[in-house]
C-alpha cells in the first residue's frame, strides 16, 4: 500500500507540475475568445489575476482554481478538505458579470470520498447552485455560495506552490 500511495503522490506531484508549466497559457484568452460575455468587461491583464490557484488566508484547507473556458466564461473549482478522506468539491462555470466579479449559475456541489487506492464514493449534494467569486485588490479573492455560504468571510491568497499541502 505504501508503495501505491507514493506513485499516487507523485503521480499528482507531475500532473500539478504540468498544469502550473501550463498556467500561461491556460489563462489566456485566444484572439477574439473574449466573446459577448467578457467582450469590453475584462481585460487580459486582468483575466490573468483571477486565473490560478488560490488559497484560504487562515487554515489553508480550502482551495479554488480558476481557469479560462471558451467565449469568455470561467471555469471555477472548489475544493474543502473535510478530513483525511473526503473532500467537498464544488464545480461552476462563470461569467464576469464587472471587472471585480464572475458569476455563476451551474454549481454542483459533491462529497469525494476516498478509499486506499481511489474514490469510493461520489455523492451530489446540490446541483443549480448560485454565487460569485471576486477580487479585491489584485492579490485578495472572495468567494460568495449563495447556498450555503461556505465561502462566507473566507479571504483566498495566491496558492504560493500548486505543491504545497495537497487538497
Known amino acids: ?10 503521480l499528482l506531484v507531475a500532473l500539478l507540475l504540468l498544469a502550473a508549466a501550463q498556467f500561461g497559457a491556460a489563462c ?18 486582468r483575466i490573468n489575476e483571477f ?7 487562515g487554515t489553508k484547507v480550502v482551495r479554488i482554481n480558476v481557469t479560462t473556458a471558451e467565449e469568455g466564461w470561467f471555469g471555477l ?9 473526503q473532500v467537498d468539491m464544488w464545480t461552476m462555470t462563470a461569467r ?5 466579479t464572475l458569476e455563476y449559475a ?13 474514490i469510493e464514493s461520489e455523492e ?11 477580487l479585491v485588490g489584485k492579490d485578495t479573492l472572495t468567494w460568495q455560495d449563495d447556498q450555503e455560504h461556505k465561502g462566507d468571510g473566507l479571504l483566498f491568497v495566491p496558492l504560493s506552490s500548486p505543491l504545497g499541502g495537497g487538497l
Open 1 to 10: 500500500m505504501g508503495t501505491l500511495l507514493k506513485f499516487a503522490g507523485r
Open 28 to 45: 489566456a484568452l485566444p484572439d477574439g475568445g473574449q466573446g459577448a460575455s467578457a467582450k469590453g468587461i475584462l481585460s487580459q491583464e
Open 51 to 57: 486565473c490560478g490557484f488560490w488559497e484560504d488566508s
Open 77 to 85: 473549482e472548489v475544493s474543502w478538505r473535510r478530513n483525511s478522506r
Open 96 to 100: 464576469p458579470v464587472s471587472k471585480d
Open 106 to 118: 451551474d454549481c454542483s456541489h459533491y462529497l469525494l470520498t476516498y478509499g486506499d487506492k481511489y
Open 124 to 134: 451530489v449534494l446540490y446541483q443549480n447552485g448560485t454565487g460569485r467569486v471576486s
